[in-house]
C-alpha cells in the first residue's frame, strides 16, 4: 500500500488564507446586505410619508375650493333672492379662481346660475350634477370622482356646498354651489412637490382612476390604476406594495400609497425597483472586487511565506542529517532560528557525549580488565574464589555506573555515593553487621571520583566482612566523612569489634593496591589515602579535593599509565 501524504505547510497556509477570505468577504457581504436592508427600509419609510404629505395636499386643495363656495354661500344678496347681484358676485370668485366654472343648483336639481352662461342668460331645462344634487340629501359639502363636464367636455372634480337660507323650520339647504375644478389644479400641486429624482407621483379618485400623474399625465388621466394598486387600496388607508407593479414603459417599481382623509382620494407614489437594485450591485460588485484583490495578495503571500518556511525547515533538516561544520546557517525566521540554534548545540553536545561515552568505555573496560587480572592473581588458581569476588567487583562497578547514569555522568553528592556503595551492609541498628555512615550533605563529586570512591568502600566493606569487624556479631564500621575549610574532604574508615590486627599484612592483595595506588590515582592531584592496621581494627583515611580530576589529555591515557595496571 502507497503511504498517505500529509498536507504539506504551503497548502495549509492557502487554504488557511482561502478560508479567512472567504469569511471575511462572507461577512462583507453580509454588512452590505444589512446595509441595503437598512436604507430600503428608510426609503420605503419616506415612500409612506411623501405619500402621506401629498393626500393632505390634496384634502387641502379640495378644501380651499370649499372654503370659497362657503364663502360665496354667506351672500346677502342670495339670501334675499336678488340672483341678478349673487350673479355678479359668483363671477367675480370664478374669476379669482382661475375662471373655473360655477353653478346655482336648485332643490329640484334645476341650475339657475352659471358662469359659463352669459350674464343675465337663465336656462331653465339644464340639470345640475349628481354631485350637487346629493348636497341637497346629505346636507354636506360633497367632492365628486373625476368625470366628464357635459358642459365644456373636460374632465372636471366637482365640489357642491349646500346654501341655508331659510331662517324658520328645519336646516335644509335652499341652494347649492358647485364649481367645477380641472384636473389641473392637482397636477400642478403634485409638480409644485417636488419629488425626488426618479420618483413618480399620482392622484386617484375613489374609485382607483387617475386624475393626475408626474410623468404621462394627459394620456392616464382618468385611467384605472393597477389591480394590484386598487386591491392595496381596499384593504388599507396607507401602506407599501411590493411586486407586481410596473410603470407604463414596463420597469418593476414599488409603490406606496395614502388615502386622503376628508375627501377619500388616494396618492400613489412610486420608485423602481432599480433604483434599489443598482446600489446593492454596486456594493457586491466592489465588495467582491475587494475580496478578489485581498484573497490574492493572500495567497501570494501565503505562497512567498511557505517558500521562506520551506526553506527555513530545510535548514533544520540539514541540521538534522549532521548539518554543516562551524557557523549555524541562518534559516531568515527567528523561531526557527531559535531551534537551528538548539539543534546545532545539541549536535555538538550529542558529538561531545558520544566522544565522552567512548572515553568512558575505554576507562571501564581498562578498569574492568586491571580488576580481572588482579582478582585472578589474588585467587591464587581458586576458580571459585575468582568467580564470587570477580562479580562482587563488577557489581560495584555496576552501581557506580547506574548512580552516575542517573546524574547524567554529572556531579554526584558524596552521600548518595555512600549509600549506592554499602548498601548491602547498611544496618538498621540491630544486632547484625552494620555500617553506620555520618557526614553532612552538599558535596558534589566528580564522576570518575565518585566511580573510585564507590568501588573502594565496596572493597573495605568485602575486606570486613571477610578478615575485620564485619566477620563477627558485634563488629562495627564507622564511615564519616567533613569537608575542611580548604575544600578538601576528609572520609574516615574505622573498624571496631572484629579480630585482633596484627600489623599490616604480609602480602599485598587487589584491595590494597587498589585503595594505596589505584583510588589516589583516580581522585585527582593532591589526593591520599592512608590505611593504619591497628589492633582494634583498620582505620583508613581518604583525602582529596572534590572536581580535581586528571586533565583530559591525561585521563585518556590512564588506563595505560595505572600503577600495576589496577
Known sequence: MRPSRSPTLRGRLLLLVGFVTLALLAFAI?????????????????LRDQATAL????????DRAEAAMSILATSAALARGDLETFEAEMRAASARLGGEPIALTTPDGRQVLN????????RSNIQGSLTTRRVFTSGNTEVSNLHQSSTTGRPVIITAVPVFTARQGPPLPTYALGISLRRDHLARMLSEQSLRQGWSGGVLDRR???????QRDAETAGQPAQPRVRAALAEAESGIIHGGLQTLEGVPWIAAFARAPATGYAIVVGVPEEAFAAPLRAALLRTLGTGALIAAAGLLLALLLGRRVVASLRVLEMLGQGGPAGAVPKAGLREVDDIARVLADGAR????LIAELNHRVKNTLATVQSVAVQTLRSAEGDTARFTHDFGQRLQALAAAHNLLTAHSWGATDLAAIVQAALGPWLGDGGSGPQIAPEGPGGIPVAPRQAQAIMLALHELATN?????????????VALGWSREPDGVVVIHWTETGGPA??????????????????LAYDLGPGATVVLRFEPAGLHAVIRFTPGAVL????ERHAADQRPDGA
Open 208 to 214: 382607483g382612476n387617475y386624475v393626475a400623474r408626474t
Open 115 to 122: 358662469t359659463l352662461w352669459a350674464p343675465g342668460e337663465r
Open 349 to 352: 553536545r550529542q558529538a561531545l
Open 30 to 46: 453580509l454588512a452590505v446586505w444589512q446595509d441595503y436592508k437598512a436604507e430600503r427600509e428608510h426609503a420605503e419609510e419616506q
Open 55 to 62: 393626500a393632505l395636499a390634496v384634502d387641502r386643495e379640495f
Open 464 to 476: 570486613a566482612v571477610k578478615y575485620g569487624a564485619l566477620s563477627r556479631a558485634g563488629g562495627r
Open 501 to 518: 590486627v596484627a600489623g599490616p599484612p604480609q602480602r599485598r592483595g587487589f584491595g590494597t593496591r587498589l585503595l594505596e595506588r589505584a
Open 551 to 554: 586533565p583530559e589529555t591525561v
